[in-house]
């Protein structure tokens, strides 16, 4: 995750950095001994999903927070609920849970603002993440990957949870940081030290927020970290990220001004297939949950 630096100027994101790469020297150049190293130009978008998804996780946070009843509304219409899902066949849960989040409304309808860190925290990740992850993957590498992963995070929870209803990002969000673990795996030769780092700050941070999460269970208070939505979602994100990242190659121009730049070798068109399998998967854990709950 990105910090701040004890300037107050923002630590720059490892996949923020240029990778650098020792281009061709041309064969007109002599008397030099050492190859020059340049920055690689990168393939980029501009991260227009990442704010999508964050003006409709808050929108809908606005609208709830607009009255309590509205607020319940929404929230018995879309949180994710097993029973409802396995026996009532409302699917649209496992989709709908991932943009909501817990209300700012209470008990007896009062005012818990505290409650809108659950928003924040996802929020905040979703645009550290996904505003240089999404520029290296392209919108529809990022979507699917946020999407789908996301989803096998809802139906972990469907399915192993218990019968708690269950709100929040947290599965995609989830996703998109085992996408960049991966990313930051594939390229460590690329991006260098920092690679290895970011990927240690990410094992870690994982690690804490499980252990948080188990510990919340075990107390038993009334908000609960689920960790096996955000299990699902790691999952799911490290799987088609496995297959969907980037594979950026370093190519190097033999005419001036002899710059490097990165092709990526592994476009998405090669990988519809294993999209189609990821969403079957998906279908097939659904048909044995649904069936498995119906002969209880």
Known sequence: MTQDTPSGERRQHPLERPPVAP???????EGEDQPRRVPVQLPRVSPIVTYALLAINTGIFILRALSPELDQEIFIWGANIPVAVLRGGEYHRLLSAMFLHAGIY???NTLVLGN???????MYILLSVGSVLEPLFGHARFAIIYLLGGLLGSVFSTVLGGDIASVGASGAVFAILGAEFVYLY??????????????????????????????????GTRFR????????GLIGGLVLAWFLTPILVVKRRLEPPYAAYAEDTNPLERRIPVVLAYCAALVVILIIATASAGAV
């Open 23 to 29: 281009p061709a020297r041309p064969p007109s150049e």
């Open 106 to 108: 209470g008990l007896n």
């Open 116 to 122: 809108s860190l659950h928003i924040i925290l996802n």
């Open 186 to 219: 594939r390229h460590r030769g690329l991006l260098g030290p920092a690679a290895d780092a970011q990927m240690r700050s990410l094992i870690t941070w994982g690690l804490i927020n499980f252990l948080y999460g188990a510990l919340t269970s075990i107390a």
């Open 225 to 232: 970290i689920d960790n096996w939505g955000h299990l699902g």
